[in-house]
């Protein structure tokens, strides 16, 4: 693996793993707040199905 390839393999695995540390744990009170303020449209079967049994029925 040349150099290049390798920079641009870790430099796409720092940047995933630095946006996946800034979003809520689902389930807690940032993630509900999230949630609630969240076109609830845009939500995802998952993301419902979770805030009905996290954020609705504690």
């Known amino acids: 693996m040349s150099l290049s390839k390798l920079f641009a393999v870790s430099s796409a695995l720092l940047l ?3 946006l996946t540390a800034c979003a809520p744990e689902v389930g807690s009170d940032a993630w ?3 949630m609630k303020e ?3 449209g845009d ?3 998952n993301e419902a199905a ?3 049994k996290h954020c609705v029925f504690k």
């Open 16 to 18: 995933t793993l630095s």
């Open 32 to 34: 509900c707040k999230q």
């Open 38 to 40: 969240k076109e609830s």
């Open 43 to 45: 939500w995802t079967a």
């Open 50 to 52: 979770d805030y009905a």
